[in-house]
């Protein structure tokens, strides 16, 4: 397996919000087909207050690790209030959404596999 880093902490445009970004894109030619990656991970630093809306993904699960500040997180419907210490796993075609509901920036990492 390669690790292929991009820049640390490359500022970029994630929906209608600009994120500041801490990722790896993982790859295994064991796993790669059809050009296909199996699996990126993001770290996102997200302002007091930011929701990007809710997101479906059709093709990836996705899986937030929460790592500083207060989220709430719905997923599937259902609202959870997420901690530092704190997962959540979002299956491929389930409707999901955060919002950084502290006072303070959060801190979130997430990963997107590809569902097979």
Known sequence: MSVQTCDPFKQIMLTSRPSTFRCAHLESAAV????E???????????PGVEPGRLIHHDQDETFIFLE????????GVLYQMEPGDIGFVPRETVHAFKNVGSTPGRLRYVFSLAL
């Open 32 to 35: 790669r087909f059809a050009n």
């Open 37 to 47: 990656w199996c699996s990126r991970v993001f770290e996102d630093i997200v302002a």
């Open 69 to 76: 500040g207060t989220f709430d997180v719905e997923i599937d």
